[in-house]
């Protein structure tokens, strides 16, 4: 679930940032919480896009930067898997700057 949940959120920046733009996945450890993060220099989301981009009752359908089709099921499911493992996604954005999408876990679950 780990690894879907990561490569998800890899392929969203991909799909959402121009050729030769940057993307970056950190970790880091705060007491025991995993926190990882991807960034990235893309197109942006609007705020009211990322308020409900994480709910399942809501369909969100965008264009990547070489008009990939985003149906946005992959960041439901993510959200899903990482609340099975007691965690917590979001999504902080500006539009035109690019997006940085983290999850956090307890590394004291048994589940992680």
């Given amino acids: 679930m780990?690894?879907?949940?990561l490569r998800n959120l890899v392929v969203n920046a991909i799909k959402?940032?121009?050729n030769g733009g940057h993307i970056n996945?950190?970790?880091?450890?705060k007491g025991d919480k995993l926190i990882v993060s991807v960034s990235?220099?893309?197109?942006?989301?609007?705020?009211?896009?990322i308020d409900s981009i994480f709910k399942l009752s809501k369909k969100?359908?965008?264009s990547g930067t070489?008009?990939?089709?985003?149906?946005?099921?992959?960041?439901?499911?993510?959200?899903?898997?990482?609340?099975?493992h007691g965690g917590k996604i979001w999504a902080e954005s500006e539009v035109g700057k690019g997006s940085v999408f983290k999850f956090?876990?307890?590394?004291?679950?048994?589940?992680v």
């Fill in 2 to 5: 780990l690894s879907v949940i």
């Fill in 104 to 111: 956090l876990l307890s590394l004291e679950n048994d589940n």
């Fill in 40 to 49: 990235d220099n893309g197109v942006g989301v609007e705020q009211s896009v």
């Fill in 66 to 84: 070489n008009n990939e089709l985003g149906t946005g099921f992959g960041l439901k499911l993510s959200k899903e898997f990482v609340e099975k």
């Fill in 16 to 18: 959402f940032t121009s």
């Fill in 25 to 29: 996945i950190e970790s880091t450890i």
């Fill in 60 to 62: 969100i359908t965008t």
